[in-house]
């Protein structure tokens, strides 16, 4: 997954207060994860995770994530999301995009700022985000340093296994 | 400026003599728990060194008895796990089991002062011990266990002052409804709870309000220390520990002022508890095919007692399935002991093992296509307790247990006067 330079991207928009049972409902919790991204929002938007392609972009309203710390933010790496942007993410889902290495941006005012299917276009060097369909910027929140690293190494697995305190996937 | 309880106890476990809101700190963990979801292939990695042995402990709730052979699968990753590094505080499915969060409040394994992690989103459930708890991501989990620490961002802090007393049909789970109700979601800013209501609240009440938090979307939930609270940890746990209170200049995102005496039973409409609660009256009448008590929030020897009372000498409405699940084995023996499961299945309820059963939707009691339950758990979201086309009402244990004798959505008052 790209965390540096620019990416640009087609725009998908949910709204406020998307929770993770949306993204990742528990009848599939056993299946593998690539198998899991089939069903990604399969409740509030039946057909979704065959229309998307990779490297589109997701916006959120407020709240993107709410609810349980099931690996939701993974199904979103593994169906080769951009990126995030939200209004806010809940800090629980933050906290899984760093743990699954899924880049997402806080960015204050963003989902007013594009309709669906508008192209977005993202630096992670500043963290600023510009709508190429309307030519609107926006200031994301900066992803700090500290999580930048794991951001970009792929997650923390890849970070403990280095070390050699985890297994590598069975 | 001083620090709130949760910028204290960040503060002293990472280390340095102050914390304030847009931090990102790096704490000591004191304690891990581990759920049966972690040892899921899909997300299990083994692990190959531990920080300490003595901080974790192991718990198999989400689906007990095993469900289906993918969950006997993660229940043996788990033995195996707890095996290979002598883990002493282990939940296996017998005499120890129940629902991690409750597992922490009976053997107050949260002490205050101090963090700990789990990877499931009501870990916020021990911030009623005065404990920095709050849900992190499986791979968080990993890195506390094999590493010893984990990160934080410092999110502002809303005080929610308790004051008054309690009406008889009014419980913590409504006052929660009120607050969901009208302040919407908390996200990325933490709760603190205190005032002088908190000396007529019992560790279950509490337990409840901090439980629920999660569904604020607060990041940390803690309540403030007292003597109930210290007697209640100092019975089970001998360890030492140091609870922290506010600072009397501590500062506030905001002070909000909950009177416990004038919340009235409420109900939650479907598929969220933020800005979509009713009175109970204006909800009367709705009918229902599942009601629901039970969970971390409100799996208590206190809710089984409220149920216990408004079912008593009556039926449940032969339309309805009464589902209550205990929320560990020791709540379970102990409701044996005084009676209450006995009043419940005579009035027709059906009673299961501590599990996370039916408020996860994994098993014992899903919901079909079209379906209306009113559940005393943790969450309405569409889909969260079966099909996504059924309709899930949140209420308390008093409502629910109303509810189920009624066939349809009821108010408990006129049966706890
Ligand atoms: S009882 Fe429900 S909310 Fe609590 S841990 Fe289990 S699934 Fe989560």
Redesign the pocket.
Known sequence: MNITGKITGKVWKFGDNINTDLILPMKIYYLTPQEQTRYVFEANRPGWADEVEAGDIIIGGRNFGMG?SRPAARSLKNLAIGCLLADSINGLFYRNCVNWGFPALEVPGVDAAFDEGDTAEISFDDFAVRNLTTGANLEGIAMPEQLLKIFKAGGIYPLLEAEGLIAPPA | MGMTIIEKILARASGVAKVSPGDLVSVRVDTVVMFDNNFIPNIWREILKLDDPKKLVVVF??RVPASHIPSAISHQNGRRFVEKFGIERFHDIGPKQG???VLVADHAYALPGTVLVCS???TCSAGAFNCAARGVGAPDIMYAATKGETWYRVGETIRYQLEGALSPAVSMKDVFLHIADTYGEHANTNVEYGGPALGGLSINARRTLA?MS?ELSAEFATFEADEILLDYIRARNPAPFEAQAPDANAEYADVRTIRLDEIEPLVALPDTVLNNSRPVAEVAGERIDQAFI????N?TLDDLTVAAKVVAGRQVSPKVRLIITPGSQTIYREAVAKGIIGTLIEAGAVITNPT?GA??G?HLGVLGPNETCITA???NFKGRMGDPSARIFMASPATVAASALKGEIADPSEFLR
């Open positions: 349980s | 709730d989400h629902i991690c969060h499931d989103s009501h439980t999660a039970g969970s971390c929030a799996g996370c408020c996860s994994g758990s943790t969450r």
